[in-house]
């Protein structure tokens, strides 16, 4: 079980935060010389170097977006400079890519960071500009949606790449490409011109994912735990009913992987942050403000409980919390998370991701009153920064193209990098994992300087 932190501001975070940064403009140059426009888009890297490896292209937005939060970060103007180009020159096949639901990675983390810097005034305001980048949003959002399969209660889901009976937990985070698409006043054009909402699809995936992907301990089966994620919830396609959960990553679908685990802590609070921007007239078809937050809100608060209950004390989780060589690590969960153990591997990546969950929804329950419950969730939060932050998982080898070491891919198919003399994966990044550890440390720094508050949407955050 973690050990919060009580005693940690973000203000106190800011020295490891300015060193992740130093560390971080090497990696991206490195990558940038090893990665360039035209490879195949780096991955997870193998001793030390990215690579390409999986099933999709899901993951150039983050290498291209990681140059943004730099810049953001630090003002270093050639991030930006190079960021900007490389999103022009080689992103827009990812706007229109109708085979993936990972839109809200890839598109939201280039244009929509663009988009979102220069709502701030952080670069100058070019009418031209800004409108390229909404055009992109605007169907990055759309295209999204329409990867649309109908449940037998008439509501939906986003499927993922494994099919219209494969809904994953992981895009819930995506759904950001829906959220900036509406929020820019688009919707998806049907057959006959039928004018659908992405608010809407939006609102019912969030649902089907809150019902089906997490659990919440009221004995839907023999392994239902509050907060439990699976990774995959399986429909019939013929009457859309449910079937079963299922995993791709995980161990077993009756276990928990953790970075599953971690797109919903991280995805719930940031569509919470989300609604709040909307008024009442938005939310009323779709059951009213109370009742949608009240859906994102139990996900949440679930499976940030889960994982506060199932993590060491150092906030670093291993990679499945069903994981068989688990019990020969003993009581694993009262001592920090062991990376170079003989049995299983922790998973950073997952810490990156979740610990920004751990933050948004401490600020938002503080900010709706609830401080006890929030200022938890909060340390929480501070307290992962610290542990990823620092060694033995911040890269600071100027040879080593990651950033955060000790993240995992994809262990029951052997793909991660296992250093000689080891038994399991160990000292090797991805670029989900350095790039979320970015925005964690600008989410964090923007706090400590008393900056306008980080969100994917940008101004109006703080509502």
């Known amino acids: 079980m973690m050990k919060i932190d009580d005693a940690l501001t973000p203000a106190l975070l800011l ?28 991955v997870f890297t193998v001793e030390g170097r990215y690579t390409a490896r999986g099933w999709t292209e899901w993951t150039q937005g983050f290498q291209y977006g990681s140059a943004l939060l730099q810049f953001d970060a630090t003002g270093e103007q050639r991030f930006l400079e190079s960021a900007r180009e490389r999103t022009v020159q080689v992103m827009a096949s990812h706007v229109s890519h109708i085979g993936v639901h990972d839109h809200g990675f890839n598109n939201v983390s280039t244009y929509g960071n663009l988009w979102r810097l220069m709502n701030e005034g952080r670069i100058p305001f070019d009418r031209a500009e800004r409108d390229f980048y909404e055009l992109a949003l605007k169907i990055t959002g759309a295209v999204q949606a ?40 688009h919707v998806l054009m049907g057959e006959r011109d039928e004018r659908i909402s992405l608010l809407g699809r939006l609102i019912e995936h969030a649902a089907n994912t809150a019902r089906w992907n997490v659990f919440y301990g009221d004995g839907r089966d023999s392994y239902d735990l509050r907060g439990r994620t699976a990774h995959e919830s399986i429909f019939n396609v013929n009457d859309g009913s449910y079937r079963c959960p299922s995993t791709q990553q995980g161990y077993s679908p009756f276990s928990t992987w953790t970075r599953g685990l971690s797109w919903a802590m991280a995805g719930f609070p940031e569509q919470l942050e989300f609604v ?73 990546s997952a810490a990156a991701i979740g610990a920004q969950g751990l933050l948004r929804l401490g600020r938002y329950l503080t900010a709706r009153g609830r401080e006890e419950e929030g200022r938890r969730y909060w340390q929480a939060g501070l307290t992962v920064c610290a542990t990823i932050f620092d060694e033995p998982y911040l890269s600071t080898d100027p040879r080593h193209q990651g950033l955060i070491l000790h993240s995992i891919y994809h262990q029951p198919n052997g793909w991660d990098h296992v250093p000689a003399g080891h038994q399991v994966a160990n000292g090797e990044s991805s670029m989900w994992g350095d790039y979320h550890a970015r925005e964690l440390a600008l989410y964090v720094q923007r706090v400590a300087r008393d900056e306008p508050y980080y969100a994917f949407f940008g101004p109006g955050a703080d509502r």
Not at 283 to 301: D, F, N
Not at 312 to 323: E, I, L, R, S
Request: charged residues 25%; glycine residues 8%; hydrophobic residues 30%.
């Open 276 to 348: 709040a921007l909307l008024s009442d007239e938005d939310l009323a078809p779709y059951g009213g403000r109370g009742e949608v937050e009240q859906m994102m809100l139990r996900a949440a608060t679930a499976t940030c409980d889960f994982y506060l209950e199932h993590t060491p004390v150092d906030g670093v989780p291993y990679w499945d919390t069903g994981a068989p060589g688990l019990a020969k690590l003993g009581d694993y969960l009262s001592r920090p998370a062991d990376p170079y153990n003989d049995h299983e591997p922790v998973d950073s």
């Open 15 to 42: 020295p490891k935060i300015d060193r992740l940064w130093e560390a971080s403009a090497q990696k991206i140059d490195a990558i940038e010389k090893s990665c360039p426009p035209g490879s195949p888009s780096p």
């Open 146 to 185: 329409s990867r649309w399969r109908t449940t037998s209660d008439g509501t939906g889901y986003i499927y993922s790449f494994n099919g219209p009976q494969s809904l994953f937990v992981d895009t819930i985070r995506s759904c950001r490409a829906l959220a900036v698409s509406h929020l820019l006043g």
